[in-house]
Structures are given as C-alpha cells and as structure tokens.
C-alpha cells in the first residue's frame, strides 16, 4: 500500500482544514488508518486512529473535540477534518497503515503534509 497525504496549508487560529489520505493498492480496507504529527523539534505522536471498518476511533486527547477522522473504502481515501485549530498544532502530518489499530510499529507511512497555524 502506497499513501498520499494532502491538504496541508497556513491558516489562521480558529481556522479549519481537511487533510486526505489517498491509498494505492488493493487492500486498503483490511488496514487501521493513523493520522500522525510531528512539530520541530518534537517527537511524532498519534493524533487519530480508524479501524479497517470506521466503527472504532481513538483521538489525542488536544484534539478531542475538534478533529474527526473518518474513511471512505470505497474512494481508498481517509481524512483527519480539523476545526477550530490552534498554534499548537502546527507540524508535519502524516498518515500511516497498519493491521491494528494499535500502530506501535506501522506498516506503511505516507509523505507528510505542512499544516501551520498561525495567531
């Protein structure tokens, strides 16, 4: 499995964005799907996480209440839906697949997207 992260940009606080996942490959809808995040000087960490069939989802809890992360199997696409975004989530963000939705050691990583967030 190939991914594709896209959506990034500069927006304001209180802003919002959509970042998409887009798989190549067969299997997409056998993986867990993790949204992931790493600021400068940062280590990366979990933001968001879907099981191969969207009924389970887990989230950090900064972002609880401000971002969904849901999939369309049939478009092999996920998505992290951002609102309300502050100065502290400006990173890297990246997607990433796994067999689980545990991620401890994921199997397939996407390229990151900016997403930067100013006041």
């Known amino acids: 499995v190939q991914l594709q992260a896209s959506g990034g940009g500069l927006v304001q606080a209180g802003g919002s964005l959509r970042l998409a996942c887009v798989a190549s490959?067969?299997?997409?809808?056998?993986?867990?799907i993790g949204w992931f995040r790493q600021a400068p000087g940062k280590e990366r960490e979990s933001v968001a996480t879907?099981?191969?069939?969207?009924?389970?989802?887990s989230y950090l809890d900064s972002v609880k209440g401000r971002f969904t992360i849901s999939r369309d199997n049939a478009k092999k696409t996920a998505y992290l839906r951002m609102n309300n975004l502050e100065v502290g989530d400006t990173a890297v963000y990246y997607c990433?697949?796994?067999?689980?939705?545990?991620?401890?050691?994921?199997?397939?990583w996407g390229q990151g997207t900016q997403v930067t967030v100013s006041s």
């Open positions: 990433a697949a796994d067999h689980t939705n545990s991620f401890v050691t994921p199997l397939y």
């Open positions: 879907i099981t191969w069939n969207g009924s389970v989802t």
């Open positions: 490959g067969r299997a997409f809808s056998s993986y867990a």
